[in-house]
């Protein structure tokens, strides 16, 4: 039980420091002097290294253990925003945001979590995994709310510092808190490759194309509708708060039932949010997109990692697992790219959501393939 609530604690420093990124964007252009192009250019660098290094760090986790690796994530990612805080280029705010936040992030997200939890708790992983995605929404809706106070009082600078120095004390407090790793023996069995579950792999790397853009992206689209910066930030609390209801009530479900009919669930809700914020014109609409988003989207992470680590050698989870999140990565830093260039020809976001939109309802026909084929292979 430490082990999930630990690790709950850690992908609350590690998401929320993540996804407040969006947060800083129109505040850090006109503080910092940066485009908003450039920094949401910067945000698929980093996201794309985080995608690329997944298969050294799902290496380093199956050799040094998961404990380590996350803790020295988190340490990455502190850093980052710590030295944020004093870069006073262009050029400097993109590769502290690019090396320090891709590498921190990498070996503090997902993987490593569905590792240590993975190997902690064997074939119960689910409910614990949901357990501790709930950090992802306690640190999308702490965070973006602490920045947002801060801007106007102690400025950008300031707000990046005092972050980033509570990232480290929280991460001092983990470090000692979380248990030892427990590595399982070689040989204990399963399956060492993703072989027949590339379906699932494919709606997992849609899901991302969509999720990242609209956490760091909804913001700025917002305020370019005519919200204040306060009211836009606002839209990340709202939708944190839905995921982490969502996730609290998976924790129970997933106790008594399997991961793949509520996954299957969430994508569909994900395609309704995409389709709101698509057409919203007015507040109300695009809050419904927020809370439906949240709802749909975060949970979809432990529940894909549920299904896809099933009858996985825990041995080999780390190496095993990480070509999903290469996948993941990579597709999120796909749609980053994408959504930058649609906003720079067509001055505005909307296009990309109907984009969005067309991908979530690509993700819902992979996974009903995937339940045909095995359904078809149990008749057989």
């Known amino acids: ?8 604690a850690a992908t609350t420093v590690s998401f929320g420091l993540n996804f407040s990124a969006g947060v800083f964007f129109a505040p850090a252009a006109a503080s910092y002097g940066v485009s908003i192009t450039a920094l949401a250019m910067a945000a698929a660098l980093s996201t794309a ?7 050294y760090v799902g290496t380093l986790l199956d050799r040094i253990g998961a404990r380590r690796v996350l803790v020295i994530g988190l340490v990455l990612m502190s850093a980052s925003y710590l030295a944020l805080a004093t870069v006073t280029s262009t050029w400097q705010f993109v590769a502290v945001y690019t090396v320090l936040g891709g590498l921190g992030f990498a070996s503090s997200s997902s993987l490593t979590i569905s590792t240590l939890i993975g190997r902690s708790y064997g074939t119960r992983a689910g409910p614990a995994l949901t357990r501790a995605a709930i950090g992802i929404n306690l640190g999308q809706l702490l965070t973006p709310w602490a920045a947002t106070a801060l801007f106007e009082p102690a400025g950008i600078r300031a ?10 004390v929280a991460t001092l407090v983990i470090a000692a808190v979380l248990p030892a790793d427990r590595p399982a023996a070689v040989g204990d069995g399963g399956m060492e490759s993703l072989h027949g579950r590339g379906r699932i792999v494919a709606s997992f790397g849609l899901h991302a194309a969509t999720m990242y853009v609209t956490v760091l992206i909804l913001p700025k689209h917002a305020t370019e509708l005519g919200w204040s910066v306060t009211d836009a930030g606002l839209l990340v609390a709202v939708a944190a708060v839905a995921a982490g209801l969502t996730s609290a009530v998976l924790v129970r479900v997933l106790r008594t039932h399997p991961a793949d009919i509520p996954l299957r669930i969430l994508h569909a809700l994900r395609a309704l949010s995409m389709l709101l914020v698509f057409v919203a014109t007015d507040p ?12 749909s989207s975060f949970p979809v992470i432990p529940l894909t990692m549920a299904v896809l680590s099933r009858g996985l050698d825990p041995a080999r989870l780390g190496r095993t697992l990480a070509p999903a999140w290469v996948v993941h990565q990579l597709s999120a830093a796909a749609g980053l790219g994408v959504a930058a260039l649609i906003h720079l020809m067509a001055d505005g976001y909307r296009t990309y959501f109907g984009l969005a939109l067309l991908m979530s309802l690509t993700a819902i026909a992979l996974l009903k393939e995937r339940q045909h084929d095995l359904s078809t292979a149990q008749h057989r």
Do not use: C, S
């Not at 039980?1 to 709950?8: G, V």
């Not at 290294?49 to 298969?55: D, E, K, M, Y």
């Not at 109300?284 to 709802?295: K, Q, T």
């Open 1 to 8: 039980m430490r082990t999930a609530w630990a690790a709950l």
């Open 49 to 55: 290294l985080t995608g690329v290094v997944q298969p």
């Open 159 to 168: 707000t990046y510092a005092i972050l980033g120095a509570i990232g480290l």
């Open 284 to 295: 109300v609409a695009l809050i419904a997109g927020a809370v439906i988003f949240g709802l």
